[in-house]
């Protein structure tokens, strides 16, 4: 059984609480809280080769450009090439989580991106840009634990 994650609009009002997605297009920003649908659990985790999704990637200076690659998802190449570049760039030997993905849109799986490295606070808090088409697109924090 697959598990499945529920979206639900909400006004920005209501939210008192950090579980939400911020989905911005034409000038305006949707909120919705998301939590796992209890009639689908989560029952195994699917494990990918992050190497295989960034092998056509090219780093220079502090940006990385993702071509596509392997069988991931959008997200699943961001999560890999954000982990590839914050550990070329500042290699700080620790494990990275991502704590807060914010996009304008949603993606085709198949499409070039740049990351770029916005700033990283010691080796704890690590924030990078996404460019689409040369433009931005959003951002990525990771904490390093």
């Given at each position: 059984?697959?598990s499945?994650?529920?979206?639900?609009p909400?006004?920005?009002?209501?939210n008192t609480?950090?579980?939400?997605?911020?989905?911005?297009g034409?000038?305006?920003?949707?909120?919705?809280t998301?939590?796992?649908?209890?009639?689908?659990?989560?029952?195994?985790?699917?494990?990918?080769?992050?190497?295989?999704?960034?092998v056509?990637?090219?780093?220079?200076?502090?940006?990385?450009?993702?071509?596509?690659?392997?069988?991931?998802?959008?997200?699943?190449?961001?999560?890999a090439?954000?982990?590839?570049?914050?550990?070329?760039?500042?290699?700080?030997?620790?494990?990275?989580?991502?704590?807060?993905?914010?996009?304008?849109?949603?993606?085709?799986?198949?499409?070039?991106?740049?990351?770029?490295?916005?700033?990283?606070v010691?080796?704890?808090?690590?924030?990078?840009?996404?460019?689409?088409?040369?433009?931005?697109?959003?951002?990525?924090?990771f904490?390093?634990?």
């Open positions: 059984m697959d499945r994650v529920v979206f639900t909400v006004d920005v009002l209501e609480e950090n579980g939400y997605v911020r989905v911005g034409k000038g305006t920003n949707t909120l919705f998301f939590a796992q649908d209890k009639a689908h659990p989560v029952q195994t985790r699917n494990d990918y080769d992050e190497s295989s999704l960034i056509c990637s090219e780093i220079s200076d502090k940006t990385l450009t993702c071509l596509p690659t392997g069988e991931g998802s959008f997200f699943d190449r961001l999560i090439a954000n982990k590839v570049l914050i550990n070329t760039v500042c290699q700080p030997n620790v494990k990275l989580v991502a704590s807060k993905i914010t996009t304008r849109g949603f993606w085709q799986d198949n499409i070039n991106f740049q990351l770029v490295l916005a700033g990283h010691g080796t704890r808090i690590f924030k990078t840009r996404i460019l689409v088409d040369q433009k931005y697109s959003g951002e990525v924090v904490y390093g634990e």
